[in-house]
């Protein structure tokens, strides 16, 4: 009972389980060398430098309309790509996979609405937009019949692309694999921090570009006011930089990461790792997990950190040890923009629970149904 049995094991393979990295983890949890403590910085966690954080210039103006150009520019010419990030467990809403939950009537769902993003980008532009779906073991195939059942809510089934975030095992708090009542063991993906491995590894990555694309637009599949924005994309691309993060102003009640001076240089930290007692509020913005990247600088190995994380499981405590995607700016030069966070216009709507779904309907189908006419 100690380990995966080889039929187990088998299936872990298929979602690139590495045995000898779950070993070292559990023996580093055994040891006490991975723990809540570990997670910490070890440098002191400072206000970026003034003008760190940018804000897009007022609509219309002349300032405005170059980057809409660059944008639109981009797209229209292949160069855009779409990532969602759609791994995870499947239990926040009820077992179901969350992209397939329908938003908006009964066939609008998550995913749909994120084809329809598509779609409207490429009727503005007349450029073609190839969609990457990172799924979860948990995920994946119930996501494939989703596209298929739907016809892939008309776009070209040779534009979307499915791959797989990796797999591990989740461990009880003295490093022992961690059994669920029915004796099998827990598996889960962990974070996102696996996507640009995943996507290299697959062969997502170089398809892109062999294929002209240079940009890549990384958002998670809940933020629906994460949409493709011309003017946005124009930003990164003018920035000249490897990565922009979207940052969204802080409210009392936000918790998440948010960029800090740290080592030396201007990066995202998240929560999980900062120290007891700091005050993240000496910053005013925050991580809203959206991403802009140039492909090119995404194909590389990144070493990011391993965080400890525990969750409840059938009612006990067991351990995750996860990666974060936003770690990528410890090593990418990065443009860090602010975004609206309210309006038609938000950039920043996530849902995470059915609760949070049923409270912004009105909101979406404002964002969605009057998206044309807005542009």
């Given at each position: 009972?100690?380990g ?6 088998a299936?872990?393979?298929q ?12 023996e580093?949890?055994?040891a006490?060398?991975l723990?809540?403590e570990?997670n910490?910085?070890?440098?002191d ?19 405005w309309?170059e ?24 239990t ?28 409207a ?29 739907h ?5 070209d089934p ?11 095992l989740?461990?009880?708090k ?25 996507f290299?590894r697959?062969g997502?990555?170089?398809r ?6 240079r940009?890549l ?16 994309l124009?930003?990164?691309?003018q ?17 998440g ?11 995202l930290?998240?929560q ?21 990247f ?6 590389r ?7 400890y ?11 995750q040890v ?12 990065t ?8 309006g038609?216009?938000t950039?920043f ?8 779904l ?5 909101e979406i189908a ?10």
């Open positions: 009972m100690s995966p049995s080889e039929q187990q094991l299936f872990l393979q979602f690139g389980f590495d045995p000898e990295l779950q070993q070292r983890w559990q580093d949890v055994a006490g060398r723990c809540v570990t910490a910085v070890t440098g966690l400072l206000a970026p430098p003034p003008g760190s954080v940018h804000k897009l210039p007022g609509s219309g103006t002349k300032a309309r980057l809409d150009r660059l944008g639109r520019e981009a797209i229209a010419q292949g160069r855009l790509g779409v990532v969602v990030l759609n791994g995870g467990m499947a926040r809403f009820g077992g179901v996979v969350k992209g397939v939950v329908p938003v908006l009537g009964e066939t609008r769902s998550f995913l749909a609405l994120a084809a329809e993003d598509i779609l980008a490429e009727k503005l532009t007349g450029g073609r937009v190839p969609l990457f779906l990172m799924n979860s073991f948990a995920t994946h195939v119930a996501t494939q019949q989703h596209f298929a059942q016809e892939h809510f008309g776009l040779t534009q979307i692309e499915h791959f797989t975030q990796f797999i591990a989740r461990m009880d003295k490093g022992a694999l961690f059994r669920q009542d029915d004796g099998e063991l827990s598996p889960y993906g962990p974070g996102h921090g696996d996507f640009p491995a995943a290299r697959c997502a990555l170089q892109f570009r062999d294929g002209g694309g940009y637009l990384v958002r998670n599949v809940d933020n629906l006011g994460a949409r493709i924005d011309p003017v946005v124009g930003h990164h691309v920035s000249r930089c490897e990565a922009t993060v979207e940052l969204a102003p802080k409210w009392p009640e936000d918790v990461g948010s960029p800090f001076q740290y080592l030396g240089r201007t990066q930290i998240e999980v790792r900062y120290r007891p007692g700091f005050d993240p509020n000496i910053v005013d913005v925050f991580n809203t997990n959206t991403f802009w140039t492909a090119a600088a995404l194909d190995d990144f070493d990011l950190g391993w965080y994380v525990e969750k409840t499981v059938e009612g006990r405590k067991a351990v996860e990666h974060l995607v936003g770690e990528l700016t410890a090593h990418l030069s443009n860090f923009l602010q975004i609206r966070r309210s038609s216009r950039r709507l996530p849902l995470k629970t059915p609760e949070d049923q409270a912004a309907r009105e404002e964002m969605y149904d009057g998206a044309v006419d807005e542009q």
